[in-house]
């Protein structure tokens, strides 16, 4: 049976009482069917109301053909007189978005003549999918536009009508709409008619206000319906957004010590001696890396006709040492071993020259994989592991570099 949708007539009605009509099990409880709702459930983009029911939190509402299925947690006490109440704040939040929706997506055809084929109001920031991309101006016109409507409180009015006498109305349905056996059209006054199943404001003016947040071409989506999906907010959430990028705003020019409005600019400079700096870094520490590759080779010890290079190094990371061990196994006919203790691990690199020894670096790691946490491999030339740092793990790398360097001297 349909259900009286009694937000149709009155979507500020915060609170009504009936009866319920049945009572089946739902997966968060029981899913009630009721004579009257208050509440208008998800659909056409808008989510679902919050409220209670006979006092208890609504958890869910689904919509099956003509009938909504309240779901609560317990089964309730009684059937009739059952008190209904709306979560207002959530609910006037919605409708100042939807509303704000329909008048953006109308300016938005009659100025551009670009559609709106999706819309979605998200617990933050809405969006809708328009059918022709718009440049900034364009946005800012539309917006301006859109504001300018909300401001002349033109009187918005919802009312039902039967699917046959909808050839009678120069309207079209912009987003699809629940199948019952009424259709809701929504007029706002001397600008726009339009079907649609949501909740709305009575007059423009109430929306306040509407803030285009950004703009993003979909073309390439698959999924979108729309060649530019446009993010915006309106009413109490145009006013939040304001002021959370104002106190953002200013905070971060008097970090920078500047002008707000020198923002941008002077981001920009900062970014720029970042980049500047990094590139220098970089440099720097290349020349300090051929320099130390050249000092361990130095200090390494002859055997076996090459290089033995083995260190315990302090704070580098597997990045640094691999840099170091292909720097030394580059400039000398060498046997790299190094290791390092950072943080928690223990990275080791067991390098050597190419042709330098007829053995395999990955068969010197093997060795420690077997006895220490952790976990690496190698071939020839190279081999590499990380181990979990501790006292006896460094002592194990350093017996291990006594063994391979015995190894050679065979
Ligand atoms: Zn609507």
Not at 39 to 60: E, N, R, T, Y
Not at 92 to 114: A, K, P, R, Y
Not at 173 to 196: K, N, S, T, Y
Request: hydrophobic share 40%; net charge negative; with cysteine.
């Amino acid at each position: 049976m349909a259900v009286n949708r009694l937000y149709q007539q009155d979507p500020y009605l915060k609170e009504t009482v009936t009866d319920v009509l049945a009572c089946e099990p739902a997966e968060q409880g029981w899913a009630l069917l009721l004579r009257d709702t208050i509440f208008h459930a998800k659909g056409g983009g808008q989510p679902s109301d919050g409220g209670l029911v006979d006092g208890q939190p609504l958890l869910d509402l689904i919509e099956r053909g003509e009938e909504i299925l309240h779901v609560v947690a317990e089964r309730p006490a009684r059937t009739e007189g059952v008190r209904l109440a709306l979560d207002f704040d959530r609910r006037f939040d919605l409708m100042q978005q939807h509303t704000g929706q329909h008048i953006l997506s109308t300016v938005i055809e009659n100025l551009f003549d670009s559609d709106t084929s999706i819309f979605r109001c998200e617990e933050r920031i809405n969006q809708i999918d328009i059918a022709k991309p718009l440049s900034e101006e364009q946005l800012r016109e539309a917006e301006r536009e859109t504001n300018r409507i909300i401001r002349q409180g033109l009187p918005v009015r919802s009312f039902c009508i039967r699917p046959e006498e909808m050839a009678q109305y120069q309207t079209k349905m912009r987003l699809p709409i629940a199948p019952h056996e009424v259709i809701q059209l929504v007029e706002i006054e001397d600008f726009d008619l339009i079907g649609c199943g949501g909740t709305h404001v009575a007059r423009t003016d109430e929306v306040w206000s509407l803030k285009i947040l950004h703009a993003k071409d979909v073309s390439d989506q698959k999924t979108a319906k729309g060649a530019m999906r446009l993010y915006f907010v309106c009413g109490g959430r145009a006013e939040q957004d304001y002021h959370v990028k104002n106190r953002a705003f200013y905070k971060l020019s008097a970090l920078l010590g500047g002008e707000p409005e020198d923002l941008p600019q002077q981001v920009e400079a900062l970014k720029q001696r970042s980049d500047d700096m990094a590139a220098r870094l970089r440099l720097l520490e290349e020349r300090l890396l051929a320099f130390e590759a050249a000092d361990l080779l130095e200090r390494g010890r002859a055997v076996g006709g090459v290089k033995l290079a083995a260190a315990l190094l302090e704070d580098r990371d597997m990045r640094e040492l691999r840099a170091l061990a292909e720097e030394i196994t580059k400039r000398g006919n060498a046997v790299v071993l190094l290791a390092s203790e950072k943080g928690a691990e223990l990275p080791v690199v067991m390098a050597q020259s190419k042709g330098a020894t007829g053995l395999k670096a990955g068969d010197w790691l093997q060795d420690l994989l077997g006895r220490l946490v952790g976990k690496g491999g190698g071939g020839a030339l190279f081999a590499q592991g990380t181990f979990a740092a501790s006292a006896e793990a460094v002592e194990a790398v350093r017996r291990r570099f006594e063994e391979v360097g015995a190894l050679l001297d065979r």
